[in-house]
C-alpha cells in the first residue's frame, strides 16, 4: 500500500486565523446590533411611562386649577403646562423629549402625544437618529 504523503499549500497558512477574524467581527456586530434594539426598548418604555405621568398630572394640574374651564380644542394652555412639567422631569425625560400635542377631545379626555429623538449607542450601517413618539390618555 503506497501512502499519501500531506504536503501543505504555501497559501493555505492563515486562513483559519482570517476565518476567526471575520467569526469575531459577526459577533460583535451581531451584539451591537442586540444592544442597540435593547436600548431602543427601553428608551421607547421609559418615554411611554413619562408620556403617562405627564399626562396625568396636566389632567389633574388643570382641573384643580381651572375646573371646568378647559374645553375641548383648548391645545395651548395644555401644551403650556405638559411643557412645564416635561422641563421639571429634566432628570428622567430623555434628551430632546418636546410635546408633540395635547388636547382635550371630549371635555374629559386628554390626549397628549410626546416625542424624542433616539440615538443608538453603537452607529451600525449609518443608521439615523429615530424620532420615537408615545401617546397618553388621561380621564
Known amino acids: 500500500m503506497i501512502r499519501r504523503k500531506r504536503t501543505r499549500i504555501s ?7 482570517a476565518i476567526v477574524i471575520m467569526l469575531t ?30 399626562a396625568l398630572t396636566t389632567k389633574s394640574i388643570t382641573n384643580a386649577t381651572v375646573p371646568g374651564a378647559v374645553q375641548p380644542g383648548a391645545t395651548r394652555l395644555l401644551t403650556d403646562t405638559a411643557t412645564n412639567l416635561l422641563a421639571e422631569f429634566e432628570g428622567k425625560s430623555p434628551s430632546g423629549a418636546q410635546v408633540l400635542s395635547a388636547t382635550m377631545n371630549d371635555g374629559q379626555t386628554l390626549d397628549l402625544v410626546l416625542c424624542a429623538t433616539f440615538d443608538a449607542p453603537f452607529k451600525m450601517i449609518f443608521v439615523p437618529p429615530v424620532q420615537i413618539c408615545e401617546e397618553a390618555r388621561a380621564r
Open 25 to 54: 467581527a459577526f459577533v460583535l456586530a451581531t451584539a451591537a446590533l442586540l444592544i442597540d434594539a435593547s436600548q431602543e426598548y427601553v428608551f421607547q418604555q421609559k418615554l411611554g411611562s413619562l408620556t403617562k405621568q405627564i
Open 11 to 17: 497559501t493555505d497558512s492563515g486562513s483559519s486565523f
